[in-house]
């Protein structure tokens, strides 16, 4: 108490002047002068700042239940959209169960795609084989060869898993090819030379095909991703005249620098076609 007093006693002066500073300011507030309308403004201004700060806080530490929210809603709309698949005559899409029905009006499917949300936990761009690591393992169901896709387009493909993590090799990767198209069904590969991780290309395109700037590429039904999954636009063709063939260069869609979240895509129908294929390929070797 003795001390509070001193303190009252030092600075009395100081302390009469900011309050007579604030009683002043209070009541030039309260009149509907021109400074009274300056200073409930400034006011207001300094208390929406604050508010605006305390928002931009709370928002960024709810970021990660935001997005794990906004994937778990993407998952259920893919679902829905494969349900519906299956009243359609044809659907193909990147997103559903592709089918098709025969004479007799049966539904026969070549895929079912399950849709695995996974975080990015480790990118490499600079690498010649570059590869993703995954906070999903076996025990989330994660296997090798499912195909990994972001809301962007296609990715890369698991290569390895243990009981909580899994790594995939990145479309970004000279021994990683993909099966492409364009939208007319031209087939191809889509490879990357090593060099520069803004730019794929797809080989081998004949010459007669006409692609023009801005084209999307897409995947293939042959390859370890769902059909129709965008891998990269048009910007640029090279014709190779001996071959009468083109190159096309690609703009990937995903941008794979900043990379945070992805899918993991299960195809429960791709051991049984695996089996089939391989036994296939022996009997040709017999």
């Known amino acids: 108490m003795r001390n509070f007093i001193l303190f009252i006693r030092r600075f009395?002066?100081?302390?009469?002047?900011?309050?007579?500073?604030?009683?002043?300011i209070v009541l030039i507030a309260r009149t509907q002068t021109v400074q009274g309308d300056d200073i409930m403004s400034s006011a207001n201004l300094l208390i929406g700042n604050m508010y605006k700060q305390r928002n931009d806080?709370?928002?960024?530490?709810?970021?990660?239940?935001?997005?794990?929210?906004?994937?778990?809603?993407?998952?259920?709309?893919?679902?829905?959209?494969?349900?519906?698949?299956?009243?359609?005559?044809?659907?193909?899409?990147?997103?559903t169960v592709p089918v098709s029905y025969t004479d007799s009006g049966k539904v026969v499917k070549y895929a079912d795609y399950t849709y695995r949300t996974a975080r990015v936990i480790n990118n490499s761009v600079g690498n010649v084989n570059n590869y993703i690591t995954l906070n999903r393992g076996e025990k989330d169901g994660v296997k090798k060869d499912m195909a990994v896709i972001s809301a962007n387009g296609a990715i890369?493909?698991?290569?390895?898993?243990?009981?909580?993590?899994?790594?995939?090799?990145?479309?970004?990767?000279?021994?990683q090819q993909v099966s492409a198209k364009l939208k007319d069904g031209t087939v191809g590969y889509v490879s990357w030379d090593g060099k520069d991780p803004s730019q794929l290309m797809m080989r081998d395109v004949p010459t007669q095909i006409k692609v023009r700037k801005g084209d999307t590429v897409f995947t293939t039904e042959y390859s370890f991703f769902p059909a129709n999954i965008r891998i990269g636009t048009v910007y640029k063709t090279t014709l190779i005249k001996s071959k009468n063939l083109q190159v096309l260069y690609l703009r990937p869609t995903a941008n794979f620098r900043n990379l945070q979240y992805v899918y993991i895509v299960e195809n429960k129908m791709s051991a049984e076609r695996r089996r089939l294929e391989e036994a296939a390929k022996k009997d040709d070797d017999k």
């Open 57 to 95: 806080v709370a928002y960024y530490f709810a970021l990660r239940r935001m997005n794990d929210s906004l994937l778990r809603e993407n998952i259920e709309l893919r679902k829905r959209l494969t349900a519906q698949a299956e009243t359609d005559v044809i659907y193909d899409s990147a997103a």
């Open 12 to 24: 009395f002066n100081l302390i009469l002047f900011l309050l007579l500073e604030v009683i002043c």
């Open 156 to 175: 890369g493909r698991v290569v390895n898993t243990s009981a909580h993590f899994a790594t995939a090799i990145s479309v970004l990767s000279k021994k």
